[in-house]
């Protein structure tokens, strides 16, 4: 088992950033475990969440927004609904992979690429075009196999649009995006 050093500079602020940014109170964790008993990906996990939720009691900002579990997460929710003082756990995934993000932690580079080709296209076209959002991953990150094997079969069904569809409320959509860019310039 590796071993953190917990010895490491206390950081009042982002634990305070952590907890306003969640609406979870992250002293109540006493460790039990659940969570992590529960997670599909702690096999996956450099650092299991149960363990991560103590590194944000101890304020380690650097050790857990480098690690690779907050963009390993699938937001399943198992966490939060396992554990017994009703914290939020997959909310607070989110909210550091956000941070990770912001201070320019990007531990799994693909990930964070399929996130923003996600959120581009949702932006540029109201929803999501599947071909732009691949065309956009696979030239940025160079995988340029990944999931052809499911084209033969994607293909003839004609789930996959060669041209993006806007959708009506666009007005609306922008407003969203321009308000999460102002809260992220604000935070
Ligand atoms: S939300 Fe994330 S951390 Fe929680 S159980 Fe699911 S994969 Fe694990
Ligand atoms: S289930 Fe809740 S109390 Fe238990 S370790 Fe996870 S976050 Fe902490």
């Known amino acids: 088992m590796d071993v953190l050093d917990l010895s490491a500079s206390y950081d009042a602020d982002f634990v305070a950033r952590v907890q306003a940014e969640s609406g979870q109170n992250t002293a109540l964790c006493y460790q039990c475990g659940n969570c992590t008993a529960g997670c599909p990906y ?35 929710e198992s966490c939060t609904t396992r554990c017994p003082n009703d914290i939020d756990v997959a909310r607070i995934m989110d909210v550091l992979r956000h941070m990770a993000r912001r201070e320019g932690f990007a531990t799994e580079r693909n990930v964070k690429v399929f996130w923003d080709s996600f959120l581009d ?3 540029r076209h109201g ?19 990944t999931d052809a094997d499911l084209a ?12 993006p569809h806007a959708i009506k409320g666009q007005a609306e959509m922008a407003k969203i995006f321009q308000r999460f860019a102002e809260q992220e310039g604000r935070s």
């Open 127 to 145: 929803r999501v075009f599947e071909a732009g959002l691949l065309a956009r991953y696979v030239f940025l990150t160079g995988r340029f196999w």
């Open 42 to 76: 702690t096999f996956a996990y450099d650092i299991p969440v149960s363990r991560i939720m103590r590194l944000v009691q101890a304020g380690q900002r650097r050790a857990v927004l480098s690690c690779r579990s907050i963009w390993l997460c699938a937001t399943c």
């Open 152 to 163: 033969p079969r994607i293909l003839p069904k004609n789930k996959l649009g060669l041209k």
């Open 121 to 123: 296209s949702v932006r």
